[in-house]
């Protein structure tokens, strides 16, 4: 076809179109960096553990490919599709010609997909080969990379670790039972019916890796040859988890390594049962069952630190072991022995899905009752070193004083001004002398505010909370650190061994802000810049103690408790105060080589240091125990006994700004290990250390109630710490302080069935107490606890009803505590 | 790593378990079809990626802490899979364990690899990491050490024996290893911590096991001290049978005798075992007490010791275990009379009680006196047999089916006969109920499939149009067939035997195209069911169906049946063909791997013709 001359290229018009032709490609291929489209992403899915995001922390598989010649460092960053601002990203090296597949821990979505049942991801792919970070566009049509991962909004979760993925626990009949257990499990315990699974494979060794997971039940080989993932099971363990072993499935490995340095319970026997008869410690009727396929049964030699709640045969059959702020619960008994088919003509089972999910035993409606409680139970929030982190730092906003007084100076000067002005006839002048006057005060504010700011240098401080596991070198530690900068600007914020920490970031929003894995424990903010302030932070990582720290302890005749704590490298420990198992703190005597001393006597309400005149620090401290001991004890405190004590030091495993001055300090909690008074010797146990506890349908379950209109007939047991046992019991001390007006309060010892009134006391107002010294009245039961009914009964008279009609507020009777027994013991 | 081989393997497992048990897990109920004729189940071998060890040795030298780990684990894991060539992994794995300043994550994965790689040369770094006082490490390497009975760690195991400040770990893992390593310079020791009452039970039993491995002189003084403590010490219990469980001394002898009658089962179940070995004469004497033991294993054991010590009157002994609750129990029971009957002396009496069991109540003793009656083959138990096919115990009417087939009596071919007619027509029902036959329904396909294995067998000529009507694989559109593979592939392998050497061009087009249906959308059956049509063939000598056989062989991926088109094609055309060799299965799910196109499973060579 001919072309117009008009529009036929001259010689110079070509070449310039050639070259112009020629640089775009190359421009587009800057603007995109090396050709990268060998590499290519070829998966993302939450997992290993846990196989949907939920509303926490949680970790993506990705899979990677690299099919190009050379060698190629990638990184992978993914966001929630609708907060582009908040990044997460991952370093790869990929070796030409190869797969890769890797973790990426993931923040919690936005509020968007909170609801619904997936969350929209989307990612680039940057090639950092020559460190530069090109962003790597996709080859196909679409300009952005997406995928959807599953989300479940985060409710308490199960994962079952069964074997080692060569089979299918479909087919595997074990694996089933296990999964059936753990459905029952939480249909008892009121929960879904999710369970999630995890089949073999490893986990990644990051904190998060187990986020969003409240329960594992180690039914299987999995995690058997990954020391890695024991490590961070572990980890997770102490940090709070809660794992249920069934023994008889479980990789004793595993078991071991989960254990720290406790021995693992010691299997002496297997057998396998057709007819079970499971038995509570605490009492109460036997849960039987005929079985014609038998279930396994292990002969398991337990720790004395172990609370055994059921037995089969004298065996036990379950019962767990605190390890850090987390729980083991064992089970010797094979899963199908905790639960019965569903009969014909039962109701289905609240699954819509799973209807015919067998029906628990009551015995594991008890378990469920322990992993899960009834409840919110109360967590100590490290939110409330919040003011010592504060105090260290020195930094404050103007105070309402001081703005107070400058505001009232200024509305007084302008109000005489005002006066003056008028007197003087110039009372126009007013129009301008008020703003004015508001302009230099405003002034004044910012001057000062400013040099409050300035005045404190760049610093960090953090508040270490450990809860030490006994024996383990491995300590969790969580706490809160505070940031302080007095200018804004760029900032260092990382780790390179480990460590979560969660910085507040308000004030932050509509800036990117990219997180980034570099290794396993290696992570940092990119390219962070944060405004002038104090900001602050939860933290939580596991630090390694060459010597872990150790607390024993033995009662004297005299009641005092005697000990030595061992702290390692942790040194200059003050203001120590011990707390038991009835939840009233002793103060203590600690000297520099470790030896303590607790006496008798309680310490006075609020109070938790012993000592006339308190430092600020001290005052701090002191607030925080009351946060921490005041009400009832986090779960993994309750009913045990443990020193907590300071250290200066706040070290933490984090990276900040390298000018920034350092402070905080450290609270160590150590549990108490008791050792057996000296053979031949007496001993006096105080009632603060025997935990009280109401026998309802035989069980020794609640805490006994502190007031009531009606009467009650209460069966209390103490519990004598098991460290101690086996105990001779001489003579025992109960004592309670009780208000019942126009009552008769009667306290009876117990002998098998007989029920023996020991004291009767007509409209008690005040202490209580009664000696018992029948030995009939002295014996503990199997498991230390030593039983006595309290009973409170009807109103002798009829009391006046108040001036309003309301019932006279003396109908109420009342304990100002929880009753008390001390005991004495003979050789 | 995670599902290294996942679905490919559990299919395979699967396939497999279907064909060769009945019921999934019960070995009692044994088929003649899987025998007649022994068609070789192909093995498995597992591939990995070309260089992909040498891709992991190039992560290992990697400055990240979690590329080193996981290239650490990958090698082991690998090594457990069957990768070869990984002993050169070991040189390079020692080098990052010795490295200065190396990270333990590192350390922990290397040592597990070393372990794994049963690298004994490196037993002394390991040592060497182990006593750096990372728990972690001393926890995983101090056990590989003493399995390889490595010196270096004696004199340490022996020092914290002896320490007072040592904690409970440490010291169960050098009781642990010094046991495994049999140092009789711990004997002292570990002699002293069986004996310390305050010491936890666990360390009490360690040092026993420990002992008992090492098995000094005069242990038995150490048990009858510790039995002196009476029955409230459980420990010292446990501890002193655990330290008799190789001696056979009289004294010890007398001891473990005392133990049977010790009032936990835990301590009777390994004294009653150790005395069984020793003699089963020692036994005896106490033998009715631990029949009544509430502890299986007890009871078992007592078992033994009865049957190897028999008497007639002890016989009825043994018959009577065929009614313990427990079934492993019962079935010992019947295996020991079904070999004493191997006795002239015995058999009688033997015959006499087990069809007492069989015309009792008692269901148990019903379903154990079928099997051992069926396995006797004893003709007069045939009519009783009859009538438990509708026990209301599924256990019993499927060892009532097996036994009949067993004993293989012509007589009662008619009744089996009207019986499977009468559970299909049963099942042909619309609305799919037969509330006669309730109990019946969880062994169906298995009691039907013996039923149908004894007409084939007997070459029962009247059932081969009832038999044909099993082969749909469902009876009406959409409905489950109640009878599923095993008693499909039963009536496939009988009509091959009915037709022996009489080809039914009709039959053999049905059974090819049923073979060949697995090349069509929706096609295919029952692995068992497939594996009979070949087999059928070959018995009905369909040399029209050669070509079909042929390519099944050649082409189809159910593995099984293709060797027994192998096996059918050396029938018809009387030329050997090779049994599928072994099938490739690439492990997958690695860490890094290198690219590569996982190979096709290897494909048979071409059969002659």
Redesign the interface.
Known sequence: MAIPPRFRMGHYEFWILAVLGALLPIQAAWAQGPPLRAVEVTGIEPGPARHSLSDQWGTLQLRLSNGGTEDRNVRVVVFYSDRPDIQYGRDVWMPAKSAVSTWLPIGPPSRQWIISDHCELQYLLYDRTDRAGHLQLPSRDERIRSATAAHRRHEVFTDVFLGEGQSDPGEDRDSQDAIEAARVFRQSAGLSEMVGTMEGGTLPPVPEALSGVDHVILAGRCLGNDPIGRQTLRRWLQHGGTVWVMLDRADPDVVADLLADAPAPTIVGRTTLTSVVLRRVSGGEADRQELEKPVAFLHVLTDRSDTVLHTVDGWPASFTRPVGRGKVLFTALGARGWYRPRGAQEQPSPFPEFPDTPVSLPALDDLAVDLVPVGKAREFSVTEFGPLLSDQIGYSIVGPGPVAALLGAFLLAVLLAGVWLRRSRRAELVGWLGPAAAVVVGAVFALWGEQTRRVIPPSVAAVNLIDATAGSQEQPVTGLVAVYRPTAGRATVAADHGGALQLDMAGLQGETLRWIATDAGAWHWEDFDLPAGLRLGSFAYTTHLDHPPAAGARFEANGSLNGKLLTGSLTGLEDVVLSTPSGRPRAVILQPDGSFVADDRDLLPGQYLSGTVLSDKQQRRQAIYRSLLGEALPLHLQNRTALFAWEDKGDVPFTFDSDAHRGGGTLLVVPIRFTRPTAGSHVTVPGAFLQCKRVLEGRAASRPPLRGNTPIDMRLRFQVPPKLLPLKIERARFSMRVRAVARQVTVSGIAGNKVVALKTSDEPDGTLEVEIQQPEFLHLDAEGGLQVEVAIGLPLRQLPAAADGTPNKDETWTLASVPQLSLVAGP | ???????P??LA??GL?LANSAL??DREYDSPMYRDPVIPVPGHVITFAPGILS?WL??LE?P????R??AA?AI??AR?LGLRDTDRAIAPLIRVLEKPGQD??VR??V??ALI?LDARDAAASLWAQAES????LR??IEPALARWNFQGARAAWLKRLDQVDV????L?LAIRGLGMVRVAEAVPDLRRWVHQA?A????R??AARALDSIRPAELEKDASRLLAGGTNDL?AR?AAV?LLSHAQTPAAVKLLQQMLRDP???VV??AVVRLNQIDPRTVIPVVDRLLKN????VRLAAIEALAREITVPRLQVLADRCLD????VRAEARRRLGKLASRADLQPVILKLATGLLEGSDWRGQEQAALLLGQLGHRPAGARLLVLLNSHRPEVCLASAWGLREIGDPKTLPSVFDYVRDVHTDIQRPDGSIPDRLAVVPVFDAQISQLVQFLGKARYRRADPLLRKFLPRRPTPGSRPPVAGEARAAAVWALGLLHDSQPDPVLAKVFETRLLSVFTPRGGDDPRVLRMFPIALARMHARNSVSGLRRFYQEASAHEARNACAWALAQLTGQAVAPVPPIARAAS???????WKVPAPAGPRPPPG
């Open positions: 790593m995670d599902r290294l081989l996942g679905p393997i559990f497992c699967a378990l999934a897990g891709m190039q992560a990697r990240e802490v979690d590329l780990c996981r684990l082991a894991a457990r333990e994550a922990l994965a040592a597990q794994e006082g990372n728990h972690d926890n995983l904690d409970d770990r440490s169960l305050d936890p039970a666990t360390i039993v360690e420990a446990i655990t936990e089962p835990a179940r390994i509430p502890e299986a294993e609750p427990h079934p492993q799910g690695w860490f890094l791997s290198p690219l």
